[in-house]
């Protein structure tokens, strides 16, 4: 049981460049999310799913695109990387309950 | 909306002192609140959690009680370990979509 996993770990982008992040949990769970984490400023919602084929918009979704085609990822795009985007990337899922499981994390750099 | 208010770290203690991390919120209705820990590189990992007013969550020596007349869940530990070195995230969960709204952390420095 691998848990909620990230791919990748790291990336270095150009301005303007696009790329997905990958979130994958195998605990069967509804609810999926994607923060941000940016110093001082704590965790912040990009994006989140209730469930297959659903996704709706957080706190900060400008510039983010996700998509829920597999219950069990959830992909979070950027089109045109900008330097503002530059942070570090969690993905977490839950049952329904409290608790929310997170990934280990992907450090975004964008140049 | 909802928010968490954190001290500002980082708090910097010598191991085997007393511990506490302040956090307060403001949420309408009555929210579930938690404390989360990052260790350096890793994703959060839930520490403790209190569902209702006068819970006490606890765990691994950590413990903070649900207060709800002054909007407050304390982070505390009697005795601090240099294992303990981490950054402590407050949330609280007001059951909107299973969303959390997390205060800003706070960095735990523990010197043996």
């Known amino acids: ?111 | 909306g909802d928010s968490v208010t954190q001290m500002e770290g980082p708090v910097t203690l010598s191991e085997e002192a007393f511990l506490t991390i302040n956090c307060t919120y403001t949420a309408t209705g009555y929210p579930s609140l938690f404390w989360y820990v990052q260790y350096p590189g890793e994703g959060l990992q839930l520490l403790l959690k209190a569902t209702k007013a006068d819970d006490k969550g606890s765990n691994k020596g950590f413990e903070a009680t649900y207060r709800k007349e002054t909007t407050s869940f304390h982070l505390e530990k009697g005795s601090v370990q240099v294992s303990d070195s981490a950054v402590y995230f407050c949330a609280l969960n007001n059951n909107a979509g299973n969303m959390l709204t997390f205060g800003g952390g706070t960095r735990l420095m523990v010197k043996p």
């Open chain 1, 1 to 111: 049981n691998a848990g909620v996993t990230q791919t990748p770990k790291f990336r270095v982008l150009k301005t303007g460049q696009s790329m997905t992040l990958l979130c994958a949990q195998d605990m069967n769970h509804e609810y999926m999310y994607w923060y941000r984490q940016d110093p001082g400023m704590g965790l912040r919602l990009i994006h989140y799913s209730v469930g297959e084929g659903t996704t709706a918009k957080g706190e900060v979704p400008d510039g983010y695109n996700v998509s829920r085609l597999k219950k069990q990822n959830f992909l979070l795009g950027l089109e045109s990387a900008a330097p503002s985007q530059t942070s570090v990337y969690f993905c977490a899922s839950t049952a329904g309950g409290d608790t929310q499981y997170f990934g280990p994390g992907t450090r975004l750099t964008v140049l």
